[in-house]
């Protein structure tokens, strides 16, 4: 982003750490997406606290389509662990409800004229394949790069649903990386559980 200057998207947005990194660089434009009431407010006060202008923040979801979402906590005492529930919830399971929608119809919403997204990042607890099935990836939106988490605990199907999340992108115009920028296999360590996905069709400096 230092390199390349401009539209980071930051879907998972917890506290800040990344937007709030991004934010102090000269012409980047950032949009912190964070579900969880709890987190948005320390998003908002870490902004606040640092004097940033450039931050636009969503309190809501993002998935593959407009719904309403149960969301809740694994770990009650990590606020990083807000995840939305997949089926039927359990008896007596702490949870509150979000309000989702297309992460395209928030873009276009937001970002008028429509500007591409030099960096989009995601992590939301195994949530990650919704989210980029409400992208239009051949719009105007398509990232140069996506960074997203891949951690194999919070997919039903373990390392294939990572496989097919990486099948996902490659056919979508994608080459696939490591947080350090090399190739990875199918049956790679992920280093920090991170897919870096990078546009095959754009040159120019990496983030």
């Avoid at 980071?8 to 912190?32: N, Q």
Wanted: hydrophobic share 45%; proline share 7%; charged share 20%.
């Amino acid at each position: 982003m230092a390199a390349e200057p401009g539209l980071f998207v930051d879907v998972g947005a917890h506290f800040g750490w990344y937007s709030l990194a991004v934010a102090p660089i000269r012409g980047a434009a950032v949009i912190g997406i964070e579900a969880d009431s709890g987190n948005c407010a320390a998003l908002r006060a870490n902004i606040a606290r640092n004097g940033l202008r450039n931050v636009t923040v969503c309190n809501m979801a993002v998935g593959s389509e407009p719904a309403l979402l149960a969301m809740s906590r694994r770990a009650p005492g990590n606020s990083g662990t807000a995840a939305v529930h997949s089926g039927e919830l359990a008896c007596g399971t702490a949870h509150c409800w979000v309000a989702a929608t297309r992460l395209q119809i928030l873009l276009e919403r937001l970002v008028q004229p429509a500007v591409r997204p030099v960096l989009m990042k995601i992590d939301v607890e195994g949530f990650e394949p919704q989210v980029l099935a409400g992208l239009d990836l051949d719009g105007p939106f398509r990232p140069k790069n996506i960074l997203l988490e891949c951690e194999p605990a919070f997919f039903a199907a373990g390392r294939q649903a990572r496989n097919d999340l990486a099948a996902f992108l490659s056919a979508r115009g994608y080459t696939l990386h490591d947080v350090l920028g090399r190739p990875i296999a199918s049956d790679g360590i992920l280093p920090e559980a991170n897919l870096w996905a990078r546009d095959a069709s754009q040159a120019g400096p990496r983030p």
